[in-house]
């Protein structure tokens, strides 16, 4: 699977985050999946936390805070 790379799963990531917080913020109901809005907001801060977990693994802490080089 050379299409599957960090980069694809951190925009995985954000796409679950946006569909969890999304739901629990609205007032979704997530009981009838056995998940209270706390757990779900509780699961969304863990995806987060992964993301901030595997950029400092592949950029490194300095890479996380330099600028992206432009393109030409």
Request: proline residues 4%.
């Amino acid at each position: 699977m050379t299409w599957f790379n960090t980069n694809a799963l951190h925009n995985l990531l954000n796409t679950l985050i946006a569909i969890i917080c999304g739901g629990a913020l609205a007032g979704f109901d997530w009981t009838m999946f056995g998940v209270s809005d706390r757990a779900a907001l509780q699961i969304s801060g863990t995806i987060a936390l992964a993301k901030i977990i595997i950029n400092a693994v592949r950029d490194g802490p300095r890479g996380m805070i330099v600028p992206p080089a432009k393109e030409t």
